[in-house]
């Protein structure tokens, strides 16, 4: 089996996560975006689709057909065992997608699983490197508000709904303070992936 870096990218939501993915990105690594694999695997016409409107009804669907997001989010967010639902629905096929993706990945390559919910579903075993983009609670919710056209209350759910910041931290092998500016933080990521190129060419 050919050898390659596994890194695990996981923060809170609006912690700047994105960023630090595609920095890396630009960088020559191999981004995985676990995010972008759940909604192809929720496309109109996937099987992924049909199964969650079995589950949760027509009313997660739009009037073209596509998935409603912010409905199927508010059943979610404020019900554990319908997450949970999702949740078994949604993983097996987006493990099946990653899989494929990994399996193409070059020899020496720097693969970056970008996963939000990775120490959620306890995956931190998987990589060679965990890597937790940390930000203050404060600055997380105002981004929510901000960026996403939302109330502070359910900002603040979305919040919720996640890890604590603590247990994040305590699996990662590396974190990125991202509670200054895009500056700062693009230069934390440039120093991060010399040290993971560094440790490809020591395993080769």
């Known amino acids: 089996m050919h050898r390659i870096l596994s890194v695990g990218l996981t923060g809170g939501i609006a912690s700047g996560k994105s960023a630090v993915s595609n920095r890396l990105a630009e960088h020559g690594a191999i981004v995985i975006d676990a ?15 049909h199964e969650v409107v079995e589950v949760f009804g027509p009313g997660v669907l739009t009037d073209s057909g596509t998935l409603d997001r912010e409905a199927l989010g508010q059943i979610v967010f404020a019900d554990e065992d319908a997450r949970a639902r999702l949740n078994a629905i949604v993983h097996p096929r987006v493990r099946e997608a990653r899989n494929a993706l990994r399996a193409q990945a070059p020899e020496g ?17 998987r990589f060679d490197v965990v890597v937790v983009v940390a930000a203050p609670p404060e600055q997380r919710l105002n981004r929510i508000v901000r960026d996403r056209n939302t109330s502070p209350e359910d900002a ?25 500016t895009l500056e700062e933080l693009h230069a934390q990521v440039d120093e991060l992936y010399e040290k993971l190129r560094g440790r490809v060419t020591a395993q080769q």
């Open 35 to 49: 995010d972008l694999l759940a909604r192809e695997v929720l496309e109109p016409g996937t099987d992924g689709l």
């Open 109 to 125: 390559a720097v693969v970056v699983e970008d996963i939000p919910l990775l120490v959620e579903t306890g995956q931190a075993d």
């Open 156 to 180: 603040q759910a979305r919040i919720d709904a996640q890890t604590s910041e603590a247990e994040r931290t305590a699996v990662a092998d590396i974190v990125l303070d991202n509670s200054g």
